[in-house]
């Protein structure tokens, strides 16, 4: 049975989304009409898809009212091949975007929005150029990871991380390096991460700290999607990774640009441990009907 779905366009520094609103949670949202949704060719295209479900009509919304009884909407997140992802850092500033633009939520300046994720609660503001998100507590979860991606000459060493979902982030020696890789690969773990991981690739700038900012580039292969132009949850990981390997003095506020654009990270001390902050742009691309 074909339904017609109503969908947005949205990006953030590249990494584009297709969103739609299904408060009630009606629609079945299979692997197949996410993969239809997402197809490049015969679809909309995108890294992910993204609903906007009325947390109390999802089956997993009701941790997210647990936490937070102001988190009305759940990010419903989906990666291009169907699976289900705990949490995305630049879908979420799309998706508040999105609640906006519907007319399904509000946000003022100085005001916050709480959002369910499968990842908790996720809490987000206006900043300048965009919106900036709460990512929560971070943690190292499982050593240094031996990492192999083609056209990169040996293995290497990554540090494992989790920013509500599973990192592993890679230093490469230079410039040459990050733009040599095949990301149309996917790199391989080793040992294999139980859930997967998204795989980030990092060059400091040079020089790595200006104006007490440190800056950094960095590709990413995201698990389910392959290779995308920029990965929110992955800049932090990135950024965090890199203030772990400079040690102590490296700064908390990070700059870390992607093929699509700037992202910028903050570290910041709360009572329930270090968060890690994400802010950056997000643009809704355009609407239409879709058959699938």
């Not at 015969?42 to 937070?68: Q, T, W, Y």
């Not at 859930?195 to 950094?216: C, H, K, M, S």
């Not at 580039?217 to 990965?231: A, Q, Y």
Request: charged share 20%; hydrophobic share 40%; aromatic share 6%.
């Amino acid at each position: 049975m074909t339904t017609t779905v109503r969908f947005t366009k949205g990006q953030g520094t590249g990494n584009d989304f297709v969103l739609f609103s299904d408060p009630d949670a009606s629609f079945d949202l299979t692997p197949e009409r996410i993969r239809a949704l997402a197809d490049r060719r015969f679809g909309v295209g995108g890294d992910g898809v993204i609903r906007a479900v009325r947390s109390e009509k999802h089956p997993e919304g009701a941790a997210a009212l647990a936490e937070d009884e102001a988190a009305e909407w759940f990010m419903d997140y989906h990666n291009a091949d169907g699976s289900v992802a705990e949490m995305c850092g630049n879908g979420i500033r799309v998706f508040t975007k999105y609640l906006i633009e519907q007319g399904l939520t509000t946000l003022e300046p100085g005001e916050t929005l709480a959002i369910g994720t499968r990842a908790g609660v996720r809490d987000v503001q206006l900043s300048r150029g965009g919106y900036l998100v709460d990512l929560g507590r971070w943690s190292l979860t499982g050593g240094e990871p031996e990492v192999t991606a083609r056209s990169l000459p040996v293995a290497r060493p990554g540090l494992a991380l989790s920013i509500g979902n599973p990192h592993v982030v890679v230093a490469l020696a230079g410039a040459d390096e990050l733009d040599g890789i095949d990301l149309g690969v996917a790199p391989v773990v080793e040992p294999v991460p139980v859930d997967g991981a998204n795989v980030e690739f990092v060059v400091p700038e040079e020089p790595l700290v200006a104006d007490g900012v440190g800056r950094i580039r960095m590709r990413v292969h995201e698990r389910g999607s392959g290779e995308t132009l920029s990965c929110g949850t992955g800049a932090a990981a990135a950024a965090l990774a890199t203030r772990y390997w400079a040690g102590q003095g490296a700064p908390d506020q990070w700059r870390v640009d992607v093929p699509g654009g700037t992202v910028h990270v903050r570290m910041f001390a709360t009572q329930d441990g270090e968060h890690v902050s994400l802010s950056g742009p997000a643009e809704l691309v355009f609407t239409g009907d879709l058959v699938i």
